[in-house]
């Protein structure tokens, strides 16, 4: 379903950090130069600090090492167009899409949002509530981030804002209870889709962590297929440290995709290919701003063109 509209004027916008940080010192260090053993140091430098990561860095280099070396690439501009052209042609072809339950309209299309607390979740939940609402479909939060103060009434303003449904329990209560209740009042209600607010927690916590794992059965069990969709929230600009969140909440949970917040916010946008080969997950949208419109779904291609537009 295309729900989600790329524009890549505001793509562009959200990347300006990394841009005018990465992008920018590229250009400064190979326009009108001649390649050289030191330059080509200088770029793996200037790509690391982007958080690029050191695999797709070295990788690349070492590519455009060769290149130089048989005399195919000689001059700095030639070497920005050979470092754009591979990092996309490094991006396997994935289905980014959001998973819905088919056929459209035989039930509830339940949608899991994880994280860590501070990533950017709840936000990231109200812009994909709000673009599906824009869409025709009638959506219900469920509120099952019940420990963390001020999440539930967080989620629940952002309801009364969007007007969108919220199911939710007493502060401390159990987030599985919360879940099955949501799970009843989805399908009672016939809504078309149910997003749920997982527990935010620090990814080092293991009995939070099964807590997330419960929070799942007990959805599967209410709804045939669900979740259909596992979403994890990750700060873009936490950088590397995002990666090792992943890698936990992946072991408890089948993440399917994963909502780059805060891009905008950082200069180190570069993440989203250290992401593509530390995880092997798709990245489905990222948040470039602060409001509910704020949110794009992510394109290889557009963002490769928005990092390094002039």
Known sequence: ??????????????LSRTRGGLISSLRAALTGKTLSPELLRDIEAKMLQADIGVVTSTKLINELREAWKKGDI?????????????????????????????PAGSGPSVLFVAGVNGAGKTTSIAKLAKTL????????????????????????????????NVVKGKQGGDPAAVAFDACDAALTRHADVLIVDTAGRLHTQD????????IRSVCAKKIPGAPHEVILVLDATTGQN????????????????????????????????????????????????????DVQPFDPVEFVEALFAD
Do not use: H, Y
């Open 133 to 164: 609402r824009d869409d025709g479909q009638s959506v219900m939060l469920a509120a099952c981030d019940t420990f963390r103060a001020a999440a539930v009434e967080q989620l629940e303003t952002w309801s009364n804002r969007l007007g969108v």
């Open 242 to 293: 995002a990666i090792n969140q992943a890698k936990i909440f992946i072991e408890a949970v089948d993440v399917t995709g994963i909502f780059l917040a805060k891009l905008d916010g950082t200069a180190k946008g570069g993440i989203v290919v250290a992401i593509r080969d530390q995880l092997g997950i798709p990245v489905k949208f990222v948040g470039i701003g602060e409001t509910p419109d």
């Open 207 to 214: 009995p939070l962590m099964r807590q997330l794992t419960k």
């Open 1 to 14: 379903m295309k729900l989600f509209k790329s524009t890549i004027a505001k793509l562009k916008q959200g």
């Open 74 to 102: 000689k001059a700095g501009d030639q070497a920005l167009a050979f470092l754009k052209d591979r990092l996309i042609a490094g991006w396997p072809q994935a289905d980014r899409q959001l998973n819905l339950a088919t």
